[in-house]
């Protein structure tokens, strides 16, 4: 008895001695609508730990928490900051290489991007993240950059093809926008872990039956993560079994809806969010870009709207 309430002493200490983690202490203030406290917060641990990938993130959530109030000095300093620290730590290995320096990348570009446009530079925001996307070219943040350049440009734009050169696809075979001219096209990007996305089928099965015969077109991008349940690695042929048992069970209520599989599909048309909903007029042109789940009642009227 007395080694047991040693041992659960010793391992109570152990887990007292260990560093609290910073970004949780600065997500918790945020959290509560105490901009001040998260950065006294992100400041108490950076005194005694002046650089980190972990403070580099925390030092992002501070910059998205002064965005979104307004704060747009405060969030560009804490963004920039930010950045700095990351360009330290990516000298020598990726940035994908440490789970913390995506999460403050990729932030810290979004919110300066953010910045610039809120300021009125639209076309400023839009070079800049154009620069950022070569820069990061062939890291996780490819998909996350797309995304804000599309939503400050893709609507009212060409729509990207999708790429179906692979010819990995589930379901009948995808076919090509330009073959779709003169329909109206729904695209539905999803991932087989993606909670909100098979939340969305209930509202899409009653789009499709409401608009299909009006000529309306579902696809449904996906693509391949290289895991599957629990998180376990799995090679791509695995995957692509288990991304159909996924669309067996969970979306049995579009049978008819193609998922070509493609990563390059959520490169061009920044999916970093799922779901990724985007609406494409008769002419092949972008009328609505949305990342995040979308109600019934406004995608009813963003299809009925379209000529």
């Known amino acids: 008895m007395k080694r047991r309430l040693a041992l659960a002493l010793a391992l109570a200490l152990f887990a007292l001695a260990q560093p609290v983690s910073v970004v949780n202490g600065v997500r918790r203030s945020i959290a509560q609508h105490d901009l001040p406290g998260a950065e006294r917060v992100a400041r108490s641990w950076q005194a005694h730990n002046p650089a980190s990938p972990e403070l580099a993130a925390a030092l992002s959530w501070l910059a998205r928490a002064a965005l979104e109030a307004r704060n747009l000095d405060q969030a560009d300093a804490f963004a920039a900051e930010a950045a700095k620290m990351v360009s330290r730590f990516t000298i020598g290995q990726k940035l994908d290489d440490d789970p913390w320096l995506p999460t403050a990348a990729g932030a810290a570009v979004e919110v300066h991007a953010q910045v610039l446009a809120a300021r ?55 076919p090509s926008l330009a073959a779709l001219r003169g329909h109206p096209v729904l ?39 290289g895991y599957v349940a629990g998180g376990e690695d799995s090679p791509p042929d695995k995957e692509k079994r288990y ?58 009227a963003r299809i009925r709207a379209l000529r």
Not at 138 to 161: H, V, Y
Not at 189 to 200: L, V
Not at 292 to 297: P, Q, S, T
Request: charged share 20%.
């Open 120 to 174: 009125g530079e639209r076309a400023e925001a839009i070079d800049y993240l154009q620069a950022q996307l070569k820069q990061f070219a062939g890291t996780s943040l490819q998909e996350r950059i797309r995304k804000n350049i599309n939503l400050l440009g893709l609507e009212g734009k060409p729509a990207p093809p999708l790429d179906l050169s692979a010819a990995q696809w589930l379901g009948a075979r995808p």
């Open 243 to 300: 991304i159909e048992e996924v669309r067996r069970r969970y979306y049995a209520a579009l049978p008819d809806m193609p998922v070509p599989l493609s990563a390059s599909n959520f490169i061009a048309y920044g999916a970093s969010t799922t779901p990724t909903l985007v609406l494409i007029d008769r002419a092949g042109v972008v009328r609505y870009y949305h990342p995040g789940a979308a109600g019934e009642a406004e995608l009813s």
């Open 187 to 225: 695209l539905f990007f999803w991932a087989h872990w993606c909670g909100d996305c098979k939340a969305e089928v209930a509202i899409l099965a009653n789009i499709q039956r409401t608009f299909a015969p009006r000529g309306l077109v579902l696809i449904g991008p996906s693509r391949l993560y």
